[in-house]
């Protein structure tokens, strides 16, 4: 007859228990987690519909600075030359911050070397000659640039992190749709886009375009410009083992 020891078995049942309650612990943060996850994902707009729409850009007087480097460390020349410029926000009516982009970091052999502009649109009503007296002429250059064709999506501003969505979310959706129903491809008119950072609203807001067509070419301000894209045929530019070299 086999005699079991008892207490042997409360001390298994004991330990059972125990790691049942670990079990559960470790499936209840891990779900609180996920949703915090999720639901952080989802504030950030990472789920939101891409719906690119044609557009244009009106155009006007850009006063603005250079920036080679890494997009992800324009942070702060943005920071800085919104210092500067305040007084153009309150003196002109219409004023927008506004980054160009002109090459694609995922295309580019060196980040460091990508090139961009930091600026403000003002409406073309405002002239260079009030614009003058304002700006700083050893710091910042301005220029005058057209009415272009572009496609357009207005993406929500949470944080920094919202640049990071839209680029990985939007752009490739609008790079798509620019290609399949425009002519920027076959006209070889297109590759440059252009942000607008609405900020000073209650639902602040980055809307995004991609200009294409006639008068793109005034929109590229940089003086030596490293371009990825092969829409970019239409202007002066060296070819250097398939990236390109535009010189103003």
Not at 138 to 144: F, T
Not at 227 to 236: E, F, G, I
């Amino acid at each position: 007859m086999c005699i079991r020891d008892r207490s042997t078995w409360g001390v298994f049942s004991l330990k059972g228990e125990k790691f049942q309650m670990f079990e559960y612990i470790m499936l209840a943060f891990g779900g609180l987690f996920l949703g915090g996850t999720a639901g952080f994902l989802y504030y950030m707009g990472a789920f939101n519909p891409v719906r690119p729409e044609k557009s244009v850009v009106h155009g006007g007087h850009i006063v603005y600075s250079e920036y080679v480097g890494n997009y992800w460390k324009i942070g702060n020349t943005f920071e800085k030359f919104g210092q500067q410029t305040k007084d153009l926000f309150q003196k002109f009516e219409g004023a927008t911050s506004l980054g160009i982009y002109y090459d694609n970091p995922q295309m580019a052999i060196d980040k460091n070397e990508c090139r961009a502009i930091v600026g403000v649109l003002v409406p073309p009503n405002v002239s260079i000659g009030d614009l003058r007296a304002e700006v700083n002429a050893d710091e910042y250059k301005i220029a005058e640039v057209p009415r272009v064709e572009s496609i357009r999506v207005f993406w929500p501003f949470r944080n920094v992190l919202s640049f990071l969505v839209l680029a990985l979310r939007a752009y490739p959706v609008m790079e798509r749709y620019l290609r399949e129903n425009t002519s920027a491809k076959s006209e070889g008119k297109g590759g440059v886009a252009i942000e607008f950072y609405h900020f000073g609203q209650k639902n602040k807001q980055i809307e995004t375009n991609m200009v294409y067509g006639p008068g793109i070419e005034k929109y590229v301000l940089t003086t030596c410009l490293l371009y990825t894209s092969d829409a970019a045929d239409d202007l002066l530019c060296v070819d250097l083992g398939g990236r390109r070299i535009i010189k103003k």
